[in-house]
T-cell receptor, first 115, second 110 residues
Framework: DAGVTQSPTHLIKTRGQHVTLRCSPISGHKSVSWYQQVLGQGPQFIFQYYEKEERGRGNFPDRFSARQFPNYSSELNVNALLLGDSALYLC??????????????FGSGTRLTVV | EDQVTQSPEALRLQEGESSSLNCSYTVSGLRGLFWYRQDPGKGPEFLFTLYSAGEEKEKERLKATLTKKESFLHITAPKPEDSATYLCAVQAGNTGKLIFGQGTTLQVKP
């Protein structure tokens, strides 16, 4: 059974550009969360979606947006990229929004570099 | 404010030298405390979930414990393949938001 898949794996963008990152959760999982991990730090929560509705938002500017599709896959969009947006973007899936007995399963991430 | 602090930031051990990693947390309404392992350039890999003070879980050379203020990840007789960054996270309230510590980077030398 496939785990959480993210695409692309690596991406280089120029300041001011827009980027779209994609995530497919584990089959049967209805919740997708997005995290930003800057080098040397722990992941920071950006969004959670469940059943296509936003269930939580972290302390990120409005340049960050996301959505979830009927098949439970998700996109994270970032507009007007800044150098400080360079990070590993992680997607995590779970069966629901509550505490997951087996944890939240993370994908391998998308490494975004803004130049 | 909900907060997670891990110590030490980095730990170097000789193979077979047991030690513990600490995760201190301040959170309103703890719903779960998670330990993850992360290898360079990869996503975090789930290890344990702990729910209440006094709970313990084990997996191979790892054992996680939980009190009302902190959690410990004990590593017994570590091997070089245990080298990784270990992340602690808490879930609070009714959201799925995880609050992570900054991680402990463990290096085990043969």
């Amino acid at each position: 059974d496939a785990g959480v898949t993210q695409s692309p794996t690596h991406l280089i963008k120029t300041r001011g550009q827009h980027v779209t990152l994609r995530c497919s959760p584990i089959s049967g999982h209805k919740s997708v969360s997005w995290y930003q991990q800057v080098l040397g730090q722990g992941p920071q929560f950006i969004f959670q979606y469940y059943e296509k509705e936003e269930r939580g938002r972290g302390n990120f500017p409005d340049r960050f947006s996301a959505r979830q599709f009927p098949n439970y896959s998700s996109e994270l969009n970032v507009n007007a990229l800044l150098l400080g947006d360079s990070a590993l973007y992680l997607c995590a899936s779970s069966a629901n929004t509550g505490t997951a007995n087996y944890g939240y399963t993370f994908g391998s991430g998308t490494r975004l570099t803004v130049v | 404010e909900d907060q997670v602090t891990q110590s030490p930031e980095a730990l170097r051990l000789q193979e077979g030298e047991s030690s513990s990693l600490n995760c201190s947390y301040t959170v309103s309404g703890l719903r779960g405390l998670f330990w993850y392992r992360q290898d360079p350039g990869k996503g975090p890999e789930f290890l344990f979930t702990l729910y209440s003070a006094g709970e313990e879980k084990e997996k191979e050379r790892l054992k996680a414990t939980l009190t009302k203020k902190e959690s410990f990840l004990h590593i017994t007789a570590p091997k070089p393949e245990d080298s990784a960054t270990y992340l602690c996270a808490v879930q609070a309230g009714n959201t799925g938001k995880l609050i992570f510590g900054q991680g402990t980077t463990l290096q085990v030398k043969p």
